[in-house]
């Protein structure tokens, strides 16, 4: 079972225009990550939120934890060829034990 | 700061066969964590190990196993390797073990293993 949901699973936009992918769960959690992933790479981390309604701003790139500490979302302005990449959400449930992952948003970005 | 390292980057394998994968997290780090992807499942935790102890181990069949070194050196191993064990197997390492610092990992580039 999946714990974390991420939608949408595809989105392909052109340079320049702002997107929305959403992380989503019935469980709560302690804290949340963000992560990128390029083709051929591991996972490199963006950014974690801890607390309820935290919004980070990492430059073009929003997060936000939901109040409940059961989603995120992540926003990104003015899209960049350079963001292009799988997007993963990843959670650390109340047993404190594993990170776990979404499917990830798989985002590409063209000029 | 050197990063983690994993070998092999790619190998082949055919049914029937095992596999061992090895990873070496940051100076420092003490947690070892294995992920597999693959594009149907995404990352499904494998196991994790601090300290040399099995802190954790995810929802996968006896045939993988791993173990960690003193110098927190990891390897993973799959026996009787099956079609459906093609995938990237992810290291990550952290400072501390997850849950006590955020769970932020730091990944290896990946073995993909590939199962004919």
């Known amino acids: 079972t999946q714990l974390l949901e991420q939608s949408p699973q595809f989105l392909s936009i052109q340079e320049g225009e702002n997107l929305t992918v959403y992380c989503n769960s019935s469980s709560v959690f302690s804290s949340l990550q963000w992560y990128r992933q390029e083709p051929g790479e591991g996972p490199v981390l963006l950014v974690t939120?801890?607390?309820?309604?935290e919004v980070k701003k990492l430059k073009r790139l929003t997060f936000q934890f939901g109040d409940a500490r059961k989603d995120s979302s992540l926003h990104i302005t003015a899209a960049q060829p350079g963001d292009t990449g799988l997007y993963l959400c990843a959670g650390v449930g109340r047993s404190g034990y594993a990170l776990n992952f979404g499917k990830g948003t798989s985002l590409l970005v063209t000029p | 700061k050197a990063g983690v390292t994993q070998t092999p980057r790619y190998l082949i394998k055919t049914r029937g066969q095992q596999v061992t994968l090895s990873c070496s997290p940051i100076s420092g780090h003490r947690s070892v964590s294995w992920y597999q992807q693959t594009p149907g499942q995404g990352l499904q935790f494998l196991f994790e190990y601090f300290s040399e102890t099995q802190r954790n181990k995810g929802n996968f069949p006896g045939r993988f196993s791993g173990r960690q070194f003193s110098n927190s050196r990891s390897e993973m191993n799959v026996s009787t390797l099956e079609l459906g064990d093609s995938a990237l197997y992810l290291c990550?390492?952290?400072?501390?073990?997850?849950?006590?610092?955020?769970?932020?990992?730091?990944f290896g580039e990946g073995s993909r293993l590939t199962v004919l």
């Open positions: 939120v801890v607390t309820g309604g």
């Open positions: 990550a390492s952290s400072l501390g073990a997850t849950g006590t610092n955020t769970g932020e990992l730091f």
